[in-house]
Nanobody, 122 residues
Framework: QVQLVESGGGSVQAGGSLRLSCAASGRTFSRYYMGWFRQAPGKEREFVATINWSSGNTYYADSVKGRFTISRDNAKNTVALQMNSLKPEDAAVYYC???????????????WGQGTQVTVST
């Protein structure tokens, strides 16, 4: 059974940094894209970033490009999202996700984590 478990959320002031982590288990993810989505109150869930587990290639939403960095640790089976220069509009519940292609990752991933809250204050 696939499990994606997020951690690292919390509260930070605007301009600060947070690092989210996603622990993946239940299968071999070498052929998967791993990624992050977020959902703010009253808004639709939106794609944030993805990484190909095997190649390490990354892709970001324009809204976070240059501020967020996604990475993976193959030995620990974890995916991280380093978030710098946080803005109030980055506040949301952040979800870890897994998919078999970049197309499905950005639209309808196969697997989801339970989410972790990020709050950014002014």
């Amino acid at each position: 059974q696939v499990q994606l478990v997020e951690s690292g959320g919390g509260s930070v002031q605007a301009g600060g940094s947070l690092r989210l982590s996603c622990a993946a288990s239940g299968r071999t993810f070498s052929r998967y894209y791993m990624g992050w989505f977020r959902q703010a109150p009253g808004k639709e869930r939106e794609f944030v970033a993805t990484i190909n587990w095997s190649s390490g290639n990354t892709y970001y939403a324009d809204s976070v490009k240059g501020r967020f960095t996604i990475s993976r640790d193959n030995a620990k089976n974890t995916v991280a999202l380093q978030m710098n220069s946080l803005k109030p509009e980055d506040a949301a519940v952040y979800y870890c996700a897994a998919a078999l292609s970049i197309t499905t990752m950005t639209r309808y991933p196969l697997y989801w984590g339970q989410g972790t809250q990020v709050t950014v204050s002014t």
